[in-house]
């Protein structure tokens, strides 16, 4: 059973920093593409980084150079490193892994960020 374990979240001042961990479990990394999303209340869910398995990335234009995604294969770890937080990325943000055979999410973890 393929799990999908998210970790980091918190609650951060504006300007701050957090880095968010997602370790995948009954799949091996290989050719996939791992990400993240998030979801404010009353808002869609959103794609905010993604990183293929041969490391091309992808960011929201929100994002864009504040977060950086990163992979470590040998861990089935993805990261998310979150720099100068705004309010408005206030939300849940999940962990995604799409691979040819199907598309699974994490739970979730909740970052907050004050002003």
Partial sequence: QVQLVESGGGLVQAGGSLR??????GIIFGIDTMGWYRQAPGQQRELVAAITSGGTTNYADSV?????????????????????????????Y??????????????GTLVTVSS
């Fill in 94 to 107: 999940y962990c995604n892994l799409r691979v040819a055979t199907g598309n699974y999410w994490g739970k």
């Fill in 64 to 92: 864009k150079g504040r977060f950086t995604i990163s992979r470590d294969n040998a861990r089935s770890t993805v990261y998310l490193q979150m720099n100068s937080l705004k309010p408005e990325d206030t939300a849940v």
């Fill in 20 to 25: 968010l961990s997602c370790t995948t479990f």
